[in-house]
């Protein structure tokens, strides 16, 4: 019974095979919103952080601006100086209200870290960050389909090399974000609700590289599917009922035990290793379909999903839930999501909270903080002062 154990466990570690990127940071929900039902946003109703979610959606924006600022401490249950801080807007111009400039900055600091000697004293301190800034632009391609891009500039700055403490140059990247947004307005019964749906492909762009180029790692190119649909319980009280796929559009690394001969030297394994270093990001995002070592069932298990609820009263509060998976042998990030929001003419503030069900998962209890500022709302609010 305990060596039927041992080849279980054996087994499970060899099935273990997460597809590894670079700056992972900017795969971590920004927003309390999103992020309380459970990582979702490709389709939801539009609001101010829909620019990592899917800008396109801002072309249906129902205010003519705002700006939000986001607040998430990251890891709590392993430190305490790990946070990620995230700056977004938007502006609706032209006479057809019909497109949109948007922008964000994220922030993401990973504390502050301390190289030591062999006695334990203090030989040099770092505070390694990541951060990126975006710019995007969205239009109404008719009454009910938009359309969005963004681009982004990343930079990564991880410290100090472990095995030579020498100090190494910051890493820098370019990507570019492609998003689509359909809703339409279907009366059922006699009740009129909302379908919406939404694509974003982002990250799409180049690799990054601490040591000049040696080695390099694709960012995080990610295939983001969701839908969600609207319908009202009553006067005032809407619930919004939605799901999202997430797929990493990057090349699986491959390892030594998918292979017969192991590492040695006349292994095929160099030889793809090679091959997969020297990959483009593009054609990483084609391999990334059929490159999995179990076949078309892996591939399946690569797909993330969430799925999430939003009670409203009157857009005034808010009531949120999720849940998202990712299978056991891709990262087994598994977590509920709860989160609430209330919102006056001005502002809004919402917050999330993370419940991980993965055993003795460093996520668990995850808090999120978004503040928003509606610019429509005090234009009317210093129009009164007037």
Known sequence: MAAAAANAMAQDKNEFNPVTTGVTSQSIAPDARGASMGDIGAATDPDVNSQYWNASKYA???SSAGVSVSYTPWLRKLVNDIALLNLAGYWKFGG????????????????EINSTDE??????????????????????????????????YIYSNLGFNDASDETLSGASAFAADISGYYTTYPIIGRNECQWSWGFNISNIGSKISYD????????????????????PLADYHNLAVSVDLNKLLVPTRPRTSDYEEG???????????????DMSPISGIFKSFSDAPGGFSEELKEINISFGLEYNYNQQFFLRGGYYYENAMKGDRKYFGFGAGFALNVIRLDAAYMIATAQSSPLDQTLRFTLSFDMDGIKELLGRRR
């Open 96 to 111: 057809d209200d019909n497109q949109a400039v948007s922008a964000s900055l994220r922030y993401f600091t990973l504390g």
């Open 119 to 152: 006695g334990g004293n203090t030989l040099s301190t770092v505070n390694p960050y990541e951060m990126s800034f975006d710019l995007g632009y969205s239009r109404k391609l008719s009454d009910k389909f938009s359309m969005g891009v963004v681009l982004r």
């Open 212 to 231: 000049g180029g040696t080695e390099s790692a694709f960012l995080p190119t990610n295939l983001k599917l969701g839908t969600t649909f609207t319908f």
């Open 60 to 62: 249906f924006a129902y």
């Open 263 to 277: 590492s040695d030297e006349d292994s095929p394994y160099w030889d793809d290793l090679q091959e997969w270093q």
